[in-house]
């Protein structure tokens, strides 16, 4: 039985301005507060929209919630409008940073390359890097989603990463804002296999979390947080909500 507390991380995505956000990040910290004691089981991050970090930040101060980014630039300062660095994020208190989530890579067209390179400037920063991959639909329908998820790996995983610095985030695409979810035995089957290629690879390859996402609810919760190698979940719509965002976390075994 591994010792090493399940990551549950809400993913706020473009959601949420102050009024609404603030309420969120409020009521998860009173949730947190109010445990007699820091929980043994889990730890709880929340990664809202770029506009609330500071201000969810102050929120959450004391609770023991994590703040992280959903985005980085991998250069350390520079001209880059819009974007934001490692260095901006660490500075405001994120000690995490969410890099190469499918939504950034369809919408902005970003490569397993470029996944790695914001991945190490996160790592450089002192901050660990939850890095996703995930196939698409029609690579499962065709067989192909080891390769798939292999090579995103092989590419998106920077050198110097380890178990203290990354995390990996298997998201099926078709699995997230959907409702639908992966089979238990699918998520079982690809953490295994993500398990092995992070060993063959990494001397504490073992030791690496790596959290599921894909429309996980209260009601799936329990399940998909039982599983051997299931280290965590990633969640969108659900963290949205602070009843349903704790339940989830409640549901840690
Ligand atoms: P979802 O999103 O929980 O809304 O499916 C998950 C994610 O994209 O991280």
Same mark, same amino acid.
């Given at each position: 039985?591994?010792?090493?507390?399940?990551?549950?991380?809400?993913?706020?995505?473009?959601?949420?301005?102050?009024?609404?956000?603030?309420?969120?990040?409020?009521?998860?910290?009173?949730?947190?507060?109010?445990?007699?004691?820091?929980?043994?089981?889990?730890?709880?991050?929340?990664?809202?929209?770029?506009?609330?970090?500071?201000?969810?930040?102050?929120?959450?101060?004391?609770?023991?919630?994590?703040?992280?980014?959903?985005?980085?630039?991998?250069?350390?300062?520079? *001209?880059?409008?819009?974007?934001?660095?490692?260095?901006? @994020?660490? #500075?405001? /208190?994120?000690?995490?940073?969410?890099? +190469?989530? !499918?939504?950034?890579?369809?919408?902005?067209?970003?490569?397993?390359?470029?996944?790695?390179?914001?991945?190490?400037?996160?790592?450089?920063?002192?901050?660990?890097?939850?890095?996703?991959?995930?196939?698409?639909?029609?690579?499962?329908?065709?067989?192909?989603?080891?390769?798939?998820?292999?090579?995103?790996?092989?590419?998106?995983?920077?050198?110097?990463?380890?178990?203290?610095?990354?995390?990996?985030?298997?998201?099926?695409?078709?699995?997230?804002?959907?409702?639908?979810?992966?089979?238990?035995?699918?998520?079982?089957?690809?953490? *295994?296999?993500?398990?092995?290629?992070?060993?063959?690879? @990494?001397? #504490?390859? /073992?030791?690496?979390?790596?959290?599921? +996402?894909? !429309?996980?609810?209260?009601?799936?919760?329990?399940?998909?947080?039982?599983?051997?190698?299931?280290?965590?979940?990633?969640?969108?719509?659900?963290?949205?909500?602070?009843?349903?965002?704790?339940?989830?976390?409640?549901?840690?075994?």
């Amino acid at each position: 039985m591994s010792v090493v507390k399940k990551l549950i991380a809400g993913n706020w995505k473009m959601n949420c301005c102050r009024e609404d956000g603030l309420e969120l990040a409020g009521d998860l910290a009173a949730k947190m507060n109010a445990l007699d004691s820091e929980p043994e089981n889990f730890e709880m991050l929340i990664c809202p929209p770029a506009t609330l970090l500071w201000l969810a930040g102050q929120e959450i101060a004391k609770s023991g919630i994590h703040l992280g980014g959903q985005d980085c630039h991998f250069a350390e300062s520079g *001209a880059h409008t819009g974007d934001l660095s490692c260095r901006m @994020l660490s #500075d405001i /208190g994120c000690s995490h940073v969410i890099v +190469g989530h !499918s939504e950034r890579r369809s919408d902005h067209n970003e490569s397993d390359s470029l996944v790695a390179e914001k991945a190490a400037a996160a790592m450089q920063s002192g901050m660990t890097a939850i890095i996703c991959v995930g196939e698409q639909e029609a690579d499962r329908d065709e067989g192909r989603e080891n390769t798939v998820v292999g090579s995103q790996l092989s590419a998106s995983i920077p050198n110097g990463a380890n178990a203290e610095n990354m995390v990996i985030a298997y998201e099926p695409v078709w699995a997230i804002g959907t409702g639908k979810t992966a089979t238990v035995d699918d998520v079982r089957a690809m953490h *295994a296999f993500i398990r092995e290629t992070l060993s063959a690879r @990494l001397a #504490d390859g /073992g030791k690496i979390r790596i959290l599921y +996402g894909g !429309s996980v609810k209260p009601a799936n919760a329990e399940e998909i947080l039982g599983l051997d190698d299931v280290g965590g979940v990633l969640v969108g719509g659900a963290s949205l909500k602070a009843d349903d965002f704790w339940a989830i976390a409640q549901a840690t075994p």
